[in-house]
């Protein structure tokens, strides 16, 4: 129900890349690591899995683990 992903983002894959982010403060500075989406994707890629993204509006992360 939220806002989903910035329209600013061109290529939503990108979201996976280390140092990426559009986090800002209040002076349009950027404040976030970028490093929240590539550890997700690392760490399930680490236990064989994958993680994508849904095609719905908003914003939808799938993880999928082989068992």
Do not use: C, H
Request: no cysteine.
């Amino acid at each position: 129900t939220g806002p989903g992903l910035s329209k600013d983002i061109l290529d939503p894959q990108d979201i996976f890349r280390p140092t990426f982010t559009t986090k800002t403060n209040n002076l349009g500075e950027e404040t976030g690591t970028g490093l929240g989406m590539w550890l997700i994707e690392k760490t399930v890629e680490e236990y064989g899995g994958r993680a994508t993204l849904g095609q719905e509006d908003g914003f939808a992360l799938f993880m999928e683990l082989k068992g």
